[in-house]
T-cell receptor, first 109, second 113 residues
């Protein structure tokens, strides 16, 4: 399987600040997703983004498949953005979707 | 239901007992995954189903763990002779296909005493 590395592992922001989270893959992927795990443990799918750029409100994501990385942008952060952000990738159908170690984000009021 | 449903939400069991965890995926979703998450840790892949078949069982931690899926719907994860290190949240997720977003249930929190 592939290896997935996320950075930074921990991030503290003041409310209103912007941030960029990064996800690197050991091999090319054709299925890449970003998730947010809230403080209650619920995992919410943010983006399915094997390539290109997508935006959803204050969040956007960009995947450069040829260079094996993806970025998640959070603008005008809010306290409700706190939690852990995971990316996950899969190379071929029939293999497991591998998760990175996550970025733990705390947004302070 | 609209989402992935897991039961029970919490399970406390004594060491050595068997437990069965259930997952009801979103209707029509052919792919189903089981993950384990220990406190403060990331997601550890356990097993993946495409339809009723499991192409990759390499993630199951030991032969005490088994899983099945029937009717391309409900899946059951069984842990025999539970150990304290099995304590974790067990998460189930499903997707329409390989190239579709993954949707998670709320998990089953297993505590082995």
């Amino acid at each position: 399987g592939i290896q997935v590395e996320q950075s930074p592992p921990d991030l503290i922001l003041q409310e209103g600040a912007n941030s960029t989270l990064r996800c690197n893959f050991s091999d090319s992927v054709n299925n890449l997703q970003w998730f947010h795990q809230n403080p209650w443990g619920q995992l919410i799918n943010l983006f399915y983004i094997p390539s290109g750029t997508k935006q959803n409100g204050r969040l956007s994501a960009t995947t450069v498949a040829t260079e094996r990385y993806s970025l998640l942008y959070i603008s005008s952060s809010q306290t409700t953005d706190s939690g852990v952000y995971f990316c996950a990738g899969l190379r071929n159908a029939g293999n497991m979707l591998t998760f990175g170690g996550g970025t733990r984000l705390m947004v302070k009021p | 239901g609209a989402g992935v449903s897991q039961s029970p939400s919490n399970k406390v069991t004594e060491k050595g007992k068997d437990v069965e965890l259930r997952c009801d995926p979103i209707s029509g979703h052919t792919a189903l995954y089981w993950y384990r998450q220990r406190l403060g840790q990331g997601l550890e892949f356990l097993i993946y189903f495409q339809g009723n078949s499991a192409p990759d069982k390499s993630g199951l931690p030991s032969d005490r763990f088994s899983a099945e899926r029937t009717g391309e719907s409900v899946s059951t994860l069984t842990i025999q002779r539970t150990q304290q290190e099995d304590s974790a949240v067990y998460l189930c997720a499903s997707s329409l296909s390989f190239s579709s977003p993954l949707h998670f249930g709320n998990g089953t929190r297993l505590t082995v005493t």
